[in-house]
């Protein structure tokens, strides 16, 4: 069971908006701990796509997005295309845990 | 560029110890103010947070693991190890190394290697 709690799968069609939520609690997200996500293809190594909720590494397409607000977060996927199959993970941190903690991981199908 | 490529046994029996490098290049491991990481990945399931080691040495392992975690820097080799102690078949994982960078007072990971799948069994 992870602290930070992802929906397993979300889906939608070429060109549409999905969104992955990351939900926390007053240790993690809503002490102020920033949120990543990271994208895995199939069979490779996770891969960052957003820091610190909202900033995109160079190379990283404007279509994606994150917000984060209270106990917690958002990624947002526009014009969803075939290639943007994959599972996405949030990351934070929690102190009371006193360790870094990742969601369940969501996959995102394009139907 | 920065690469991590990890190397290590792929297979441990139970009770005995895992042991992992990970080598970098393309940059020094000492160099600039990083979180050396692992992080495990068991098959078909999410990310866990094993630990890292700051550029200062200093180490931070996932309470869960504490007990039975090391990881290292050899400087010399540019490398970093793990070593888990006691495996069960829950141990059994893709193991990832990873760079841990530190900006607005948070860490976030970034290259990772490609990951060495650890089986644990008799």
């Known amino acids: 069971q992870s602290v930070l709690t992802q929906p397993p799968s979300v889906s939608g069609a070429p060109g549409q908006r999905v969104t992955i939520s990351c939900t926390g609690n007053i240790s993690n997200i809503g002490a102020g701990f920033d949120v990543h996500w990271y994208q895995q293809l199939p069979g490779t190594a996770p891969k960052v796509l957003i820091h610190n909720y909202n900033t995109r590494p160079s190379g990283v397409p404007d279509r994606f997005s994150g917000s984060q607000s209270g106990t917690s977060a958002s990624l947002a996927i526009t014009g969803l295309r075939a290639e943007d199959e994959a599972d996405y993970y949030c990351?934070?941190?929690?102190?009371?845990?006193?360790?870094?903690?990742f969601g369940g991981g969501t996959k995102v199908t394009v139907l | 560029q920065l690469q991590l490529q990890e190397s290590g046994t792929g297979h441990v029996k139970p009770s005995q110890t895992l042991s992992l490098n990970c080598a970098v290049s393309g940059g020094f491991i000492h160099h600039g103010s990083y979180a050396w990481t692992w992080i495990r990945q068991p098959p078909g399931k999410g990310l866990e947070w094993v630990g890292y080691i700051y550029h200062s040495g200093s180490t931070y392992y996932n309470p869960s693991l504490k007990s039975r975690v090391t990881i290292s820097v050899d400087k010399t080799r540019n490398r970093l190890s793990l070593n888990l102690t006691a495996v069960t078949a829950a141990d059994t994982a893709v193991y990832y190394c990873?760079?841990?960078?530190?900006?607005?007072?948070?860490?976030?990971?970034?290259?990772w290697g490609q990951g060495i799948l650890v089986t644990v069994s008799s």
């Open positions: 990351q934070s941190f929690d102190r009371s845990l006193s360790a870094v903690i």
């Open positions: 990873a760079r841990g960078i530190y900006s607005y007072g948070y860490w976030w990971f970034d290259p």
